[in-house]
């Protein structure tokens, strides 16, 4: 294998032999694999594989614990994008299908050489990386290269259970371009796909790696802030509103301005779900577009009001 022009590909071994765990490491390692950990029960490496975030888990179908590796696959589908090879000293066909229903990518069946091993693991990372590609085309927006709505009503329920997993909290904020209507009416459609492009750039530029924007659908943006205080999560918005109000927006020799209405929720404060969380933040936008637009408004206690209908 080529480890000079081509980056390692890591590899969590999930193994509860230690003898066979450490073999099986050193094989790996002399392929040109790297190794960046191992758990010899699944409950240790559902914890591995968020933390080390693996290109590819290698694991043992039969695990001492309360969790095989069946069940463990299911859970690390839910938490990761990391495919999963199962080991096993059985070739039973009834495991085998299970294995494939856990939404596994290969499976070996010990021992095995190592040119197996190898084959397996190509296999695997090639199909993985071609399900991307094609999963790439479902969930972006080809305006502006954002996620899109698809994308976000996977992430929200998966991002609501990593905050409730890490005692954490999230945001959650709806973001309006305000009177985006007028300016497509007033410049026409084509500026209105380069404002989009631009604002959906600024607000991608604004935020963390670990944070989320996604296109909800129109003029409207969401944006996911992992692991944020209530009491820091409507100045970051603010932030981005104040760096889109500063922008000029280049097209046909005109400057374009705009400006953003938004509103933030918190999980969980204002819902653990994600249809709860979701419907708290759009109230708050709301609010902002009663309030004169151009402005952050934070989700009311439940109880409140409800939304008014606008002409946004």
């Given at each position: 294998m080529e480890t000079g022009t081509k980056k390692q590909k890591r590899i969590l071994i999930v193994e509860d032999e230690a003898l066979i765990a450490m073999e099986l490491k050193d094989r790996l390692e002399g392929l040109g694999y790297a190794v960046c950990g191992r758990a010899a029960h699944a409950e240790t490496a559902l914890e591995h594989v968020v933390a080390l975030r693996p290109d590819l888990v290698l694991m043992d179908i039969s695990l001492a614990g309360k969790m095989n590796g069946v069940e463990a696959a299911a859970r690390i589908r839910d938490l990761s994008e990391s495919p999963v090879v199962f080991l096993s000293a059985y070739s039973d066909?009834?495991?085998?299908?299970?294995?494939?229903?856990?939404?596994?990518?290969?499976?070996?069946?010990?021992?095995?050489?190592?040119?197996?091993?190898?084959?397996?693991?190509?296999?695997?990372?090639?199909?993985?990386?071609?399900?991307?590609?094609l999963r790439a085309q479902t969930v972006i927006d080809p305006l502006t290269g954002l996620h899109n709505r698809r994308f976000l009503d996977e992430a929200l329920p998966r991002e609501l259970a990593r905050a409730q997993r890490e005692g954490s909290e999230l945001a959650v904020a709806m973001l309006d371009i305000d009177y985006f209507k007028q300016l497509n009416d007033t410049h026409g459609h084509d500026a209105g796909d380069q404002v989009l492009r631009a604002v959906a750039e600024a607000i991608r530029d604004a935020l963390r790696e670990s944070d989320l924007?996604?296109?909800?659908?129109?003029?409207?943006?969401?944006?996911?802030?992992?692991?944020?205080?209530?009491?820091?999560?409507?100045?970051?918005?603010?932030?981005?509103?104040?760096?889109?109000?500063?922008?000029?927006?280049a097209y046909h020799g005109?400057?374009?301005?705009?400006?953003?209405?938004?509103?933030?929720?918190m999980a969980p404060?204002?819902?653990?779900?994600?249809?709860?969380?979701?419907?708290?933040?759009?109230?708050?936008?709301?609010?902002?577009?009663?309030?004169?637009?151009?402005?952050?408004?934070?989700?009311?206690?439940?109880?409140?009001?409800?939304?008014?209908?606008?002409?946004?």
């Open positions: 066909p009834t495991l085998i299908a299970r294995a494939a229903q856990s939404g596994s990518f290969g499976y070996l069946v010990k021992p095995f050489e190592e040119r197996e091993l190898c084959a397996t693991i190509e296999m695997a990372l090639a199909r993985h990386a071609e399900g991307r590609r924007v996604c296109r909800f659908g129109g003029e409207e943006f969401t944006v996911l802030l992992p692991a944020t205080k209530p009491e820091h999560a409507p100045g970051k918005v603010q932030a981005v509103c104040d760096g889109i109000r500063a922008m000029r927006i005109a400057e374009l301005r705009v400006t953003l209405s938004a509103g933030v929720a404060r204002d819902g653990i779900s994600a249809e709860a969380v979701v419907r708290a933040a759009d109230a708050a936008l709301y609010r902002a577009k009663r309030e004169g637009r151009d402005r952050v408004c934070v989700a009311e206690p439940s109880g409140s009001a409800a939304k008014q209908k606008l002409t946004l």
